[in-house]
């Protein structure tokens, strides 16, 4: 988050100063003090998931949700882990805006509908064609036009990605249960799991075409637009949509096997 964004925002060591006496008193008002200067984190995920979810959910409901996990964050954040409240606010407040939209179920059945049609004629073509199908090509075989493919691709689109961020909220999860277990900071299991998340995001990157991995280091590490990089990539915003789609699908599947094999 840039820092012009922030306003009266606690440093560390105030933050720290001030969670301890929370800690010691439980006075809501050092809380609400608390609250107040990162209300920013929920404002700032809300805008971020407000792409993936619009028409689903409203932008008021997952920055309330968002001060919910905020004050969570706060009873049960623990310095002595190492590390910045900041960050461990900005992960809870995610996974909790993510989970009210998934409990809201905000994906129509008429979208996980088209999702499988459009996979499935993609399959087909490509087997019949030796090759990728365009755009044209499995609208007509569909029997709709090249502008309402796109319509579908977009909705596709924001159902993988919200699914794989509840997919990376899961695993995030489950390194919070080690955290909080009785095993003593020294114990291996807790980097452990980490690295193996770590290799295995790398793997599912690593079979990304290179095309796939520059849209995934322009969005998510250069928070361009869709716009911005189809300038950058000469096609369209919509190609970029697809393709992004594509490579949050592939992650996906990597992330799911990684998790059936810990469950």
């Known amino acids: 988050m840039d820092s012009k964004n922030k306003i009266n925002v ?63 964050s706060i009873e049960r954040y623990d310095a002595s882990k190492g590390i910045k409240f900041e960050s461990y606010a900005f992960m809870r407040v995610r996974g909790g805006i993510i989970d009210l939209v998934r409990k809201q179920d905000f994906v129509p059945r008429r979208v996980r509908s088209t999702s499988k049609e459009i996979t499935n004629v993609y399959n087909q073509l490509s087997n019949e064609l030796m090759r990728e199908p365009t755009q044209k090509e499995i609208a007509d075989r569909m029997g709709i036009s090249v502008d309402k493919l796109s319509q579908y691709n ?62 995934i280091t322009l969005y998510y590490y250069e928070d361009l637009m869709f716009a911005d990089i189809a300038k950058i990539m000469d096609v369209t915003p919509q190609r970029i949509s697809q393709m992004h789609a594509r490579a949050i699908l592939k992650l996906k599947n990597k992330m799911d096997v990684y998790m059936n094999e810990l469950a």
């Open 10 to 72: 606690l440093t560390e060591e105030e933050f720290l100063v001030l969670h301890k006496k929370y800690r010691e008193t439980k006075d809501t008002k050092i809380r609400n003090q608390l609250v107040m200067n990162y209300m920013y984190i929920p404002k700032a995920v809300a805008v971020q998931l407000r792409g993936i979810v619009s028409g689903y959910a409203q932008i008021e409901d997952m920055v309330n949700q968002g001060v919910i996990s905020l004050i969570d």
């Open 154 to 215: 977009t909705e596709v689109s924001n159902m993988i990605v919200l699914s794989f961020e509840e997919l990376i909220q899961n695993v995030s999860q489950f390194g919070d249960t080690m955290e909080s277990s009785s095993y003593d900071d020294s114990y291996p299991e807790k980097n452990l799991l980490k690295n193996e998340i770590r290799e295995v995001l790398k793997e599912g990157i690593d079979s990304l075409t290179e095309r796939e991995k520059l849209i």
